[in-house]
């Protein structure tokens, strides 16, 4: 009988590949996957401990399958990812009905151990009640000191695993090029858990982007923790930089429109890259590349490795290079020692910037950083918030400013969905202003024959800037990229107007 899998996602894209990943294999053992848990045979959770409100909904779910294991024994739990990886002996101690851990450098074996627990372990769990048979596989630090050699012929057989195919019917897709980080800035879990950094062979990265784009994906984003840091080195001793990757992939996947990159390293941006982004049409002038503070005391506490100015600076030559980049960065108010006027100085470098976006965090100690044992987390929570809101308004005034200019523009957008900011304005006719009207062509009642209604509602996109617009637009176009003439601005969201089909989807 066809096994039930259900996985839940928590964190970064990165996660949301390896989930991708870990679904292939498991379907192609026979798996299928659901939607509800409670109809499942096997539960992944796949998670991330970045921010300890990230670990929290993780433990409540598990909390909910204490006793849900009770009445279904046979149930297989598994914990996968980075809080597998963290801290999985206290999971294995807190909550004994969770069978499986799994880190993220490990990922590769996934499969086997689950087919090995449904297939062998259900009897015996039945015999010993709801403590059976645990099972742990993590490894990321012992990576750290091993050969890198051997740990990255192992991984790279999971991303060369993946099954791509037409029928997935896959408009964007996400392709990692860099595994782990080296940088180890002190507030941050993602060296310990993801372990060292690992950049796979070119020649695999461009196939799979091959493959997709092959198989009908129209975007392809590729993931790295500080991927502008990729350097390979072949075994004649060249190296193949991060620009020169971005190139062959730009040159050898011609049908491929949209390419992107996340996530950049401020201080490792090469003029080489920047002029890669102008030159090829097809790469989005879109950089994500977190600055976390705008005050060298608090940039040099977080091991970043670069001072205010260093940002500014790289800010103005991606500019110089690209008048039309598009820049989001990341932020973390409340870091140790932070003072008022260190965050008036992360105020003032959002306000210089005008990002497209920032993603604000409140710092959050994590066990095993250098930040936890080397610092009180003395910003009280209340300021913590009061610095959260106080950003965020400064960056939507960015936002604001942003999106007002755009008006009258005509941008390539690609169709990611339906919006759920229905306008009524939209629709004067529909009745009440309803997600969906019906136009009527033809005959006074639809009622021709000849000429069908068409279904219009409206959707929801992003630029190649990665700004969202919401288009009034017919129904059936998701995944489409298409000509959009921006109407109107409202705070975060665009409203715009098809003008005509750019690419056909
Ligand atoms: N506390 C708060 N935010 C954090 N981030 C990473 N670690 C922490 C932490 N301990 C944020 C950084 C990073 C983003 C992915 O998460 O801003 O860029
Ligand atoms: Fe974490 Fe710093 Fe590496 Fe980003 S660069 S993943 S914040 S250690």
């Known amino acids: 009988m066809t096994k039930k899998l259900y996985l839940e996602t928590f964190g970064c894209q990165m996660n949301v590949l390896d989930s991708e990943l870990v679904l292939g294999q498991l379907r192609a053992q026979g798996y299928e996957s659901v939607e509800e848990r409670e109809e499942a045979d096997v539960v992944i959770y796949n998670t991330c401990s970045v921010r300890e409100h990230a670990e929290q909904k993780v433990w409540s779910r598990l909390g909910e399958m204490r006793d849900w294991k009770k009445t279904r024994p046979g149930t297989v739990i598994g914990v996968i990812g980075c809080m597998a990886e963290r801290d999985g002996k206290d999971i294995f101690r807190k909550f004994p009905h969770v069978d499986l851990l799994c880190g993220p450098g490990e990922l590769d074996k996934l499969a086997g151990m689950v087919h090995n627990l449904v297939v062998t372990g259900t009897e015996a769990r039945r015999h010993e009640g709801t403590k059976g048979r645990q099972v742990a596989l993590m490894g990321a ?14 991984l790279e057989l999971l991303d060369l695993s993946r099954s791509i195919s037409a029928e997935d019917n896959l408009a964007q897709a996400y392709v990692r090029i860099t595994r782990g980080c080296n940088k180890f800035c002190t507030y941050c879990v993602v060296p310990y858990t993801r372990g060292p950094e690992v950049h796979r062979p070119p020649q695999n990265i461009i196939d799979e982007v091959k493959r997709l784009s092959d198989a009908g994906a129209l975007e392809v984003t590729l993931l790295g923790q500080t991927i502008n840091h990729y350097a390979f080195k072949h075994g004649d001793g060249r190296v193949t930089t991060f620009a020169e990757l971005l190139y062959q992939i ?14 950049s390293f401020p201080r490792d941006f090469t003029n080489e890259a920047l002029m890669v982004m102008r030159d090829c049409q097809r790469i989005c002038r879109y950089l994500h590349v977190p600055a976390q503070s705008g005050s060298d005391r608090i940039l040099k506490a977080m091991n970043r490795g670069y001072t205010a100015q260093e940002y500014y600076d790289f800010v103005g030559r991606a500019r110089e290079y690209m008048p039309d980049v598009s820049i989001a960065s990341d932020f973390i108010v409340g870091f140790p020692t932070e003072t008022q006027d260190d965050f008036d100085q992360t105020a003032e470098m959002v306000r210089r910037c005008r990002f497209k976006n920032s993603f604000i965090f409140k710092y ?102 990665d700004q969202v617009v919401a288009i009034d637009a017919p129904m059936g176009m998701r995944g489409r990229i298409v000509d959009v003439e921006i109407t109107e601005a409202k705070n975060l969201t665009l409203f715009g107007k098809l003008v005509m089909s750019a690419v056909a989807g």
């Open 141 to 154: 630090n012992m990576r750290r000191s091993s050969t890198l050699a051997a740990a990255e012929d192992h």
């Open 250 to 263: 730009h040159e050898a996947v011609p049908g491929l429109p949209r390419l992107r990159f996340v996530t």
């Open 364 to 465: 959050s100690p994590r066990p095993g950083t250098v930040a936890i044992e080397r610092f009180e987390d003395d910003v009280p929570e209340e300021t913590k918030r009061r610095w959260n809101n106080e950003l965020l308004a400064v960056q939507q005034e960015a936002c604001v400013r942003n999106n007002r200019e755009m008006v009258g523009k005509v941008v390539e957008v690609m169709i990611e969905g339906e919006t759920k900011l229905v306008s009524k304005k939209a629709y004067p006719a529909s009745a009440g202003g309803v997600e969906l009207g019906w136009e009527k062509r033809g005959g006074e009642n639809g009622s021709d024959g000849a000429s069908p209604a068409t279904v219009v509602t409206q959707l929801i996109g992003r630029t190649r800037g």
